[in-house]
Nanobody
Framework: QVQLVESGGGLVQAGGSLRLSCAAS????????MGWFCQAPGKEREFVAA????????RYADSVKGRFTISRDNAKNTVYLQMNSLKPEDTAVYYC???????????????WGQGTQVTVSG
């Protein structure tokens, strides 16, 4: 029902910034909470940030609080992740996801994008 495509990843030096975008297709984008997760090789998928369907409520992992900002533009069917002050530890594949409620565990989300690679050099 919902198709998600991430973009905006790439290679950046520590301290730099990237903005990830997630373009959604489907008729009910406005009804979904959206989240960003990351997964490094050999590690479990981890929560990064989430936003409610209205955009009025956000939630962040402690490790990114103050550095990353999640936002959404329902008119454009797009969710964003602004990533500032990037660290080598942020290196991972980043996925956007859609779910019925805002939450911090990946099992709460029903639809996933293909992921975009973020690499931060030291």
């Amino acid at each position: 029902q919902v198709q998600l495509v991430e973009s905006g990843g790439g290679l950046v030096q520590a301290g730099g910034s990237l903005r990830l975008s997630c373009a959604a297709s489907g008729r009910n984008f406005r009804s979904y909470a959206m989240g960003w997760f990351c997964q490094a090789p050999g590690k479990e998928r981890e929560f990064v940030a989430a936003i409610s369907w209205s955009g009025g409520s956000t939630r962040y992992a402690d490790s990114v609080k103050g550095r990353f900002t999640i936002s959404r533009d329902n008119a454009k069917n797009t969710v964003y992740l602004q990533m500032n002050s990037l660290k080598p530890e942020d290196t991972a594949v980043y996925y956007c996801a859609a779910g019925g409620i805002v939450g911090m565990h990946y099992s709460l989300y029903n639809y996933w994008g293909q992921g975009t690679q973020v690499t931060v050099s030291g």
